[in-house]
């Protein structure tokens, strides 16, 4: 979370999925503003769990289309555009989910 918020992620909140899903422990989903952000915040993310010995398992997605998702098996981070993530709801699509931390 803190990875994101430095790179000026907004609207980054993070899911408790452990009730809703059998794939995953936690969503952090958070939008940028622009490709170039998007690239920053996923960059980052990856950099900070490096440095503690995690690498994601899979990536998908890409900056200049507005959603990248970093696989790190428990914690799965959706860096999504505005339009993007207006478009998916993922919050909506995992409502039953409980938000864990939300940082606006």
Request: contains cysteine.
């Amino acid at each position: 979370m803190d990875a994101a918020s430095d790179k000026q992620a907004s609207n980054v909140v993070m899911l408790d999925m452990r009730e809703v899903c059998s794939f995953s422990d936690y969503f952090v989903i958070s939008s940028g503003e622009s490709e170039r952000q998007i690239k920053a915040i996923g960059e980052e993310i990856e950099k900070a769990l490096q440095e503690g010995g995690v690498t994601p398992r899979h990536r998908e997605g890409t900056a200049d289309s507005g959603w990248v998702l970093l696989d790190f098996s428990s914690v799965i981070v959706h860096i999504f555009s505005p339009t993007q993530r207006e478009f998916y709801q993922l919050e909506e699509l995992w409502s039953q989910a409980t938000p864990v931390i939300r940082i606006l």
